[in-house]
């Protein structure tokens, strides 16, 4: 009997170790137990290239390191209608299902009218994707999926940290295009979009054996994301580029939206996850103008502003440096055959480089309503009248939640966005003209401590760096080590296709490691480096953002005193109005230069920080003063640069009882005026 007990245990242990032997996975799929390789890889699919384990932790200093993708469209496929960007991020069915072409493209492309129209030429193209690739993905295709969850994947194993997906659609291109197979409502599209982006993260987790596994996390704070990031892994972002938020749009210069709806709107992206948005994107809306487009995308663009606005964009003189891009002045016949009989794109004057519509009432609506709810706000796109604007209403707050992620901002607006403590990221240009533009920002980075960042825009239909050549003597030589130095990565494979960078440019998003590699042949170091502590600059600003509150108004109710006081015999300029709390109300000072404002806090106070918002009549030369006795004054800060708006004067802290805004020359003919003025200690 013992002997039979024996063997039935020998049995059952036997049976134990074959179940054991079944489940344990085989060569390739982490027999090692390496925790960045799967526990089972679909079969078949994407090789990633990579291989050494993805760096963790932080720096010496506590800093998490990696590079930063500002400004992503996983999902896109999903927007225009759902047949604009051919192929999927990931498909439960596999490599097949994700990566093919859009059906109406077979057999020989010659229906692809969103590539002709913008990029020229036919259009044809091979459209098979798995496993061949002939013809796509491809630097220069703008409608073919680069995003596959696998190429994601390579470009987190070659040190990206941080991916912002930008959930992004456009009701007026869903309309036009000629096929689609859903609606046009851009909230609808913003809703599915971040639905299979949990998706997608439920995939990965699904193929490292469960929950919270994977490498691709969405994160809402940037807490969470520094725990992400210390694990090795990707904190994903989520954002939102659309050209009518909230249902934002403007017919013949008519809001067809109210603050209720700007309200909703945020409350429901913020329920979704999203922490960083456009306001305005390609066409003027409700909130904003935007930046123009040029060339025959930007004539087409023009078109779409037209159908959904009724008016196209117009231009003026600009009255600073910063402008905006050339209006697209090449046609675009594809796009203008879809303008009523006798309308016709207009022409523009080469002196009137600015849009004439900056950040409208319901804008700074919106803008104050993501400040209040701690979100970031992207200025690329809009008109530098508009951003302007944004920077001044931040620089009042000392709110420095504001991204520049794809090289839309004027760059002479980089150091605004430092000063207040936000993130600028460059397009994915060519290496050569990445690091130039570099360059030109690179002392400001140094002054003040940030990394950089680049925004590879990827199904974004923008065009992606073009290859540099085989012959090249700076080319990327394959294997390569990531910047880390801690992984090698070769040739990316897919299916039949093997990319080289130097002969294939940045066809897909696995090419992004290759492409920084390219940066630091031609660059050096330095950039990839600044590129490095992009992940450390990007949390800075999201928790920062998040930190902040509003600081106390020291100027509310203070007693004021005035050089001189407008009369009219039907309303109050006292000077008490400019401290009421009320933007209705204001103080005006005579029609003559020399004027001044007192303000008595009634004790002593630490001020650091002095904002002014005029009225039309402005001051194009004034000092701040500040006084503990109101009798003996010094100067705080000055400018003889006035140019009216929202102004903020920031200076080194001191303790005084007494603040006197002095006007030495007047912006107009008019007097002095200011609907309000705050005082902080910072």
């Known amino acids: 009997m013992s002997t039979s007990r024996t063997g039935r245990r020998l049995g059952v242990v036997t049976l134990l170790l074959l179940l054991l032997a079944a489940l344990t996975p085989t060569a390739g799929t982490a027999a090692d137990g390496a925790w960045w390789d799967p526990v089972a890889r679909p079969a078949p699919d994407s090789e990633i290239g990579v291989t050494g384990e993805p760096f963790k932790g932080t720096d010496s200093a506590g800093r998490v390191r990696g590079f930063v993708d500002a400004h992503n469209h996983i999902m896109s496929n999903e927007a225009f209608g759902g047949r604009l960007i051919c192929g999927k991020a990931f498909s439960e069915k596999g490599i097949a299902d994700a990566l093919k072409d859009c059906p109406e493209h077979y057999p020989d492309g010659s229906l692809a009218v969103f590539d002709f129209i913008t990029g020229g030429g ?8 798995w496993p061949t690739f002939a013809d796509w993905p491809a630097h220069d295709s703008l409608t073919h999926q680069q995003n596959y969850y696998a190429w994601i994947e390579r470009a987190w194993r070659g040190g990206q ?13 869903c309309s036009v295009y000629f ?5 046009c409502d851009e909230m609808t599209s913003i809703r599915l979009q971040v639905h299979l982006t949990y998706r997608m993260q439920d995939y990965v987790d699904g193929l490292y054996g469960g929950p919270g596994r994977g490498w691709f996390r969405i994160v809402t704070d940037s807490a969470q994301a520094r725990e992400v990031i210390e694990q090795g892994k990707l904190a994903v972002v989520l954002g939102v580029e659309t050209s009518e938020p909230f249902g934002c749009k403007q017919v013949l210069d008519v809001a067809q939206c109210d603050r209720a709806d700007i309200d909703a709107g945020l409350d429901e992206l913020y329920a979704l996850g999203v922490r960083s948005m456009f306001l305005c994107h390609k066409f003027d809306n409700a909130l904003c103008g935007v930046r123009f487009d040029s060339g025959a995308l930007g004539t087409a663009v023009n078109v779409g502003q037209f159908l959904s606005t009724g008016t196209f964009w117009r231009t003026e003189p600009c009255t600073g440096p910063q402008h905006d891009n050339p209006v697209g002045l090449v046609p675009a016949p594809g796009a203008e055959q879809r303008l009523p009989a006798g309308v016709e794109v207009p022409s523009y004057a080469a002196g009137a480089r600015c849009n004439v ?3 409208t009432e319901l804008g700074e609506y919106a803008v104050r309503g993501m400040m209040r709810r701690g979100m970031m706000l992207e200025i690329d796109h809009m008109s530098v009248k508009a951003a302007g604007r944004v920077l001044d209403l931040f620089e009042a707050e000392a709110y420095p939640g504001v991204l520049s992620s794809h090289s839309w901002m004027d760059l002479d607006w980089t150091e605004r966005v430092y000063r207040l ?3 600028t990221a460059q397009y994915m240009n060519g290496s050569e003209q990445f690091v130039a533009e570099a360059g030109r920002t690179e002392h400001l980075r140094d002054a003040y401590g940030v990394g950089y960042g680049y925004g590879t825009d990827m199904n974004g239909v923008g065009g992606w760096p073009a290859p540099r050549g085989a012959d090249v003597p700076d080319k990327v030589t394959y294997p390569f080590r990531s910047a880390d130095g801690g992984s090698v990565l070769d040739r990316q494979t897919t299916g039949q296709r093997t990319w080289d960078l130097n002969t294939d440019g940045a066809a897909h998003y696995g090419l992004v490691p290759d492409w920084i590699e390219d940066i630091r042949r031609v660059g050096g170091q330095d950039v990839v480096d600044d590129l490095f502590r992009g992940a450390e600059s990007y949390l800075g600003t999201w928790g920062a953002t998040e930190r902040h509150r509003p ?3 020291l100027a509310r109710g203070a007693g004021a005193t005035a050089s001189s006081t407008e009369w009219n015999p039907f ?11 009320d933007r209705g109300t204001r103080w005006a000072a ?3 230069d020399d004027q001044w404002l007192g303000l008595d806090l009634g004790a002593e106070r630490r001020i650091g920080r002095v904002t002014l918002d005029w009225e039309r009549a402005y001051a194009a030369a004034y000092r701040v003063e500040v006084s503990s006795d109101g009798t003996n004054w010094r100067t705080a800060w000055s400018t003889t640069a006035g140019d009216g708006g929202l102004d903020t004067a920031v200076f080194t802290p001191v303790d005084a009882r007494h603040v006197r805004v002095v006007g030495t020359k007047r912006g107009t003919r008019w007097g002095y005026s200011l609907y309000e003025v705050t005082v902080h200690a910072r």
């Open 357 to 359: 519509r900056g950040l």
């Open 421 to 423: 403590g936000g993130f």
């Open 571 to 581: 309303t109050s300029y006292a000077p008490a109005r400019a401290v009421d709390g």
């Open 179 to 183: 096929f689609k197979d859903r609606g």
């Open 590 to 592: 005579d029609w003559s």
């Open 122 to 129: 036919d259009g044809r193209h091979d459209p098979d994707g």
């Open 161 to 173: 940290r941080v991916l912002v997906n930008d959930l992004v659609t456009n009701g007026v291109i």
């Open 551 to 553: 600081s106390e108004n």
